[in-house]
Nanobody
Framework: QVQLVESGGGLVQAGGSLRLSCLTS????????MTWYRQAPGKQRELVASITDSGSTNYADSVKGRFTISRDTSKNTFDLQMNSLKPEDTAVYYCNIKLYEVVWWEYWGQGTQVTVSS
């Protein structure tokens, strides 16, 4: 069982920055996909950014140019640097990993609140 723990959420003014971090209980060197999702009140959970084991990244259009996803295999973490935050970025942010070992496995963090005030 892999555990994910997010940190770095909080309250920030519009235009500010936050850095979220996801610490995994095991090595991420074999993880195929590392992803940040978010869910705002009354909305569906949406993909924010992802990074693969080869380092390829993907971003939601709404965050391109503002958010950056990265990983540190030596620390078993992957981060989301969020700049130029907007009130519409307010949501609970979840980290997620998917890895293939005979079958696909998927794990979620508990979520961290990000609130951007106008």
């Amino acid at each position: 069982q892999v555990q994910l723990v997010e940190s770095g959420g909080g309250l920030v003014q519009a235009g500010g920055s936050l850095r979220l971090s996801c610490l995994t209980s095991g090595s991420i060197s074999s993880v195929n996909y590392m992803t940040w999702y978010r869910q705002a009140p009354g909305k569906q959970r949406e993909l924010v950014a992802s990074i693969t084991d080869s380092g390829s990244t993907n971003y939601a259009d709404s965050v391109k140019g503002r958010f950056t996803i990265s990983r540190d295999t030596s620390k078993n973490t992957f981060d989301l640097q969020m700049n130029s935050l907007k009130p519409e970025d307010t949501a609970v942010y979840y980290c997620n990993i998917k890895l293939y070992e005979v079958v696909w496995w998927e794990y979620w963090g508990q979520g961290t609140q990000v609130t951007v005030s106008s």
